[in-house]
């Protein structure tokens, strides 16, 4: 009960942004697409922007990058810490709204914002914040983008986000080679990120990669760096929760059902409308032939800040270990 008053805010919340847009919608409904499109970018980097001002810490990523996995290991943590229910999915304050010692975590992928400040070209939004960047090789997020755009991905934020048009009939290569939706996209995201890590008060660099190598290891260095006094038990318990086999049970019986979309399949009857999809590394390369995937690789290796090292050599499973 607990769990559900808090998340009331929450869901206010969302209402609350929801409505909005309606009204900017209804208010733009004689403009052009572009400039509708423009004035919805704006609305929603404000309100993002005002969700930043206020987070304790923020979580960056792009999207399909393990954003939802490491979120349910987080919330397992914080479950076995102060006692909250399994079906509890952490999202801005509403775990803070349980117990004031969980501070407010925004999970952003950092999409809007800078239409709002007008900072596209640096991360100062993010300057003097406690701030997570989980990442994960482009190549395989270019291919789960992909799948997130033929399955689960909403007409309106194709639009909004530059993908192709609902319903149209694109490959996967294409969609992959695709400057605006596929892995340029990605690639320009992690560059500019890797560009403005330095300038970074407080910064923790997760590779999801690694994180699947090394969990214990690794949400111990994310636990130390967030202040959450958990035990080596309660790190276990929490990979172990989180793990690929539990997060498809609890997708398919909608454990987190007060999340809404977010932890449930668009089609059950299709694997590929999953949230869980996967989680394979180096999975890209299932879908292409040998030509296809020298192509892709010599186009990271081209453009990818050296930052992340997954331009060294091939960042084959051997490296990243999963």
Do not use: C
Request: glycine share 6%.
């Amino acid at each position: 009960m607990s769990y559900l008053i808090s998340s009331l805010p929450q869901a206010l919340h969302t209402l609350w942004k929801k409505t909005n847009r309606q009204l900017l919608r209804a208010r733009m409904l004689f403009a052009g697409e572009a400039e509708t499109l423009a004035a919805e970018r704006r609305l929603r980097g404000r309100q993002q922007y005002q969700t930043l001002q206020k987070a304790d810490i923020v979580l960056v990523s792009f999207g399909k990058s393990g954003r939802t996995w490491l979120r349910v290991m987080l919330s397992r943590l914080y479950q076995q810490l102060y006692r909250l229910p399994e079906s509890a999915l952490i999202g801005f304050d509403n775990f803070h709204g349980m117990d004031r010692a969980i501070p407010r975590m925004f999970f952003t992928h950092d999409n809007y914002i800078g239409d709002y400040t007008g900072h596209t070209d640096s991360k100062q939004d993010f300057y003097g914040k406690k701030v997570v960047l989980l990442v994960r090789d482009p190549r395989d997020v270019a291919v789960s983008q992909f799948f997130q755009w033929k399955y689960r991905m909403k007409t309106g934020k194709k639009a909004i986000n530059q993908y192709p048009d609902h319903g149209s009939e694109v490959s996967i290569f294409d969609f992959v080679m695709n400057p605006d939706a596929g892995l340029m996209k990605v690639i320009r995201f992690l560059n500019l990120w890797a560009r403005e890590a330095p300038r970074m008060d407080d910064f923790f660099l997760l590779r999801y990669e690694d994180l699947k190598q090394r969990p214990e290891e690794m949400l111990r260095q994310l636990a130390d760096f967030m202040d959450i006094p958990a035990e080596a038990a309660q790190i276990r318990d929490a990979v172990e929760f989180s793990s690929y086999d539990n997060m498809k049970k609890m997708e398919e019986k909608k454990t987190f059902w007060l999340s809404g979309g977010r932890m449930a399949p668009a089609d059950r009857a299709n694997p590929n409308s999953y949230k869980v999809r996967r989680a394979k590394v180096g999975g890209y390369r299932d879908y292409f032939d040998d030509r296809q995937v020298d192509q892709i690789d010599s186009f990271t290796r081209e453009h990818l800040a050296s930052f992340y090292g997954y331009t060294d050599g091939d960042n084959r499973e051997s490296r990243s270990g999963a």
